[in-house]
């Protein structure tokens, strides 16, 4: 599904220059559930803002579902932003002044799916993370481990090729963490590729590889036996 | 770009965000309303001028005889100076290039009496080019004519309240009067602008006059009409030539400042409308500074709205917004906003103008108006900018890339 052949990118800081990827080669196939694991500055969300084509990379080979990504404009990036990849932020990223429902039909808008069918896909992907009861409530009204989940419904909503989650769990307690999860393992069960960078231990041992990356490389990649979340879910 | 689910988008923006809304339509609509309304009472103002200035004739000289404080050529100084007949002729002969018409205006009052009902009036013998000067209106009849002049008829041509106040319902026309102890015969009814006191003026023919005065040759005063065509220059050297000529001609010295007066209404509207030129021109630049900083307004409130959706276009560039559909859905937005906002601000205008009307006459201030292009024009510039404005922060924002747009404070 994803194919990365030496990738590399660094950040101008006024007159030095910060190499924060330093040839990374990595491939995950359909179904997998990855955790991209490292400590603060080791590069891992500069990697998923390029996997996500949300950032470019100096040089190297991204070759997502059989097509190659580079030298994007902006409104193709778009569109395959659009098309192929869901994102779950760590801040949920929700439009405030939206409901549940008008923020998860929001990318079919950017498609131009017609109004009733944004609104029937909406409603069937909140239901599928339970929360449909909730559908006409403002972000401001929903906890934050709902949030994430309306979050997660939007990146879904699309039916795209990869889930990209960019610490998901960061700003919720570790019950909550545990239900999000437990739905990210199920949404998985059903056969979606998702990655998540993350930088807790138990959050990346319930996937099913682990990739360490140190400094800009890959020091470690191992797939793992999974710890199923609903154990901890009541 | 404008199907039913843009608007949506667009109407949910705009109702979700009222603030932001109402400051960039209230910015609009001030400025819209206040450009108005100062172009209006500006146009009120020039309403008024008009009105005082505008209801006599503006190419006429009058020509009045003085007494002399100087000496010269032999005459004494304190000698009363009188004109009479020749000098009509004499004028007419020698500037026949500039006048259109001259008339002499010999003015007395004399007690007029219709049956039982009698008044007061002042009478003006005069010659039939005066009607131009005072730009009198017949109702009904006819004005002195040359025949009037030749003939000395005992014609009178009287003011709309001369007959209101003597006939009352009865129609004036082929009845007598007695004006001053002489018989006269109603030929005309006629009305003025100029206001009440301009309606009980009796107008006679000055041949007559001269015939009830003993049969003298002595004319009053003069107005002169001159031939509009010369322009404002023309008058000015027609002026000099023709208070040279009289002075010559009366042995006046050239000093004196008193011996003959001419007025020149040319000169007099020159300096007004001079005057009514800078009131507008002062009134055009506030207007022009009032669209200008409503323009600056509503271009600050764009920047803040892009700046403060900043991270909600963000989103929606992460989730497949191209850039296009991003500044689309900005400018549409805030061009429906100041549409509506400048629509608003005019039509508040106008009916502010047009509830004045002559409230304000006070201060000078008479029926303002503004033109209806220039107020849909001035909308639309400041619609135009507006989207200017808006297109700038939003481009740069389209071109944000969305992680940084994300990035927590």
Not at chain 1, 73 to 95: D, M
Not at chain 2, 117 to 143: D, H, L, W
């Amino acid at each position: 599904m994803i194919q990365i052949k030496d990738l590399h990118k660094s950040y101008r800081m006024g007159s030095n220059s910060l190499h924060v990827l330093k040839g990374i080669n990595f491939s995950v196939k359909e179904g997998e559930l990855v955790a991209i694991m490292g400590s603060s500055g080791s590069g891992k969300s500069t990697l998923l803002n390029i996997l996500g084509m949300l950032d470019v990379a100096d040089s190297g080979e991204y070759i997502l579902d059989g097509i190659p990504i580079k030298n994007l404009n902006e409104t193709k990036a778009a569109n395959y932003r659009n098309k192929f990849l869901g994102f779950i932020f760590q801040s949920f990223n929700l439009i405030n002044y939206k409901t549940a429902l008008e923020n998860v039909a929001l990318p079919l808008y950017y498609q131009g799916v017609g109004r009733k069918e944004r609104q029937a896909k909406a409603m069937k992907y909140l239901e599928q993370v339970g929360l449909r009861e909730w559908s006409h409530h403002v972000p401001s009204e929903l906890s934050g481990g709902q949030k994430q989940r309306v979050a997660i419904a939007r990146a879904m909503v699309a039916e795209p090729k990869v889930l990209l989650a960019d610490e998901l769990t960061g700003a919720l307690d570790s019950k909550t963490s545990y239900e999000v999860m437990d739905l990210i393992q199920k949404i998985n069960d059903q056969g979606n590729t998702i990655l998540v960078v993350t930088h807790e231990d138990d959050i990346a041992h319930m996937c099913k590889r682990i990739v360490h990356l140190r400094d800009g490389v890959i020091v470690e990649d191992k797939e793992i036996e999974q710890v199923r979340a609903s154990q901890y879910v009541q | 770009m404008f199907s039913r689910d843009t608007w949506q988008e667009i109407f949910l923006s705009i109702r979700k965000n009222k603030l932001r809304t109402f400051l960039a339509g209230f910015t609009v609509t001030l400025g819209i309303l206040i450009f108005v309304s100062l172009v209006g009472l500006t146009n009120g103002l020039k309403n008024t001028f008009d009105a005082f200035f505008g209801n006599d004739a503006t190419n006429v000289l009058s020509i009045f005889p003085g007494r002399t404080t100087i000496p010269y050529k032999g005459y004494k100084s304190n000698r009363v100076i009188e004109f009479d007949n020749t000098d009509l002729e004499d004028i007419e002969a020698n500037f026949d290039d500039f006048i259109e018409y001259i008339s002499p205006q010999i003015t007395r009052s004399a007690l007029t009496t219709y049956k039982q009902e009698s008044n007061n009036y002042t009478t003006r013998a005069v010659a039939p080019g005066f009607q131009y000067s005072e730009k009198t209106i017949m109702m009904k009849g006819r004005y002195l004519n040359q025949t009037d002049i030749r003939e000395r008829t005992k014609h009178a041509v009287i003011g709309r309240l001369v007959e209101n106040d003597l006939f009352g319902n009865e129609d004036a026309l082929g009845k007598y009067i007695d004006v001053g102890g002489s018989v006269f015969k109603v030929i005309g009814v006629y009305q003025d602008e100029g206001g009440d006191n301009e309606e009980r003026f009796i107008y006679m023919p000055y041949t007559t006059r001269q015939l009830i005065e003993k049969n003298t040759d002595k004319i009053g005063q003069m107005v002169i009409g001159f031939k509009p065509e010369i322009g404002y220059n023309g008058a000015m050297i027609f002026d000099r030539q023709l208070n040279a000529f009289l002075r010559e001609k009366k042995f006046i010295s050239p000093d004196d400042r008193s011996g003959i007066f001419i007025r020149n209404v040319a000169d007099q509207l020159k300096q007004n409308q001079q005057f009514a030129n800078v009131l507008a021109i002062v009134g055009s630049i506030f207007a022009l500074g009032t669209l200008i900083a409503g323009i600056i307004g509503i271009s600050n409130i764009m920047v803040f709205v892009v700046k403060e959706r900043t991270k909600e276009l963000g989103i929606r560039k992460a989730i497949g917004a191209t850039p296009a559909s991003v500044i689309g859905t900005i400018l549409l937005e805030s061009v429906f906003i100041t549409t509506v906002a400048g629509y608003l601000g005019m039509l508040l205008g106008v009916l502010i103008l047009n509830s004045i009307g002559d409230k304000l006459e006070k201060y000078f201030i008479l029926n303002p108006y503004i033109d209806a292009g220039l107020a849909v024009t001035a909308t639309i510039i400041l619609i135009f900018f507006g989207a200017v404005a808006g297109y700038i922060p939003a481009k740069r924002a389209a071109r944000i890339k969305p992680i940084i747009a994300l990035r927590d404070e």
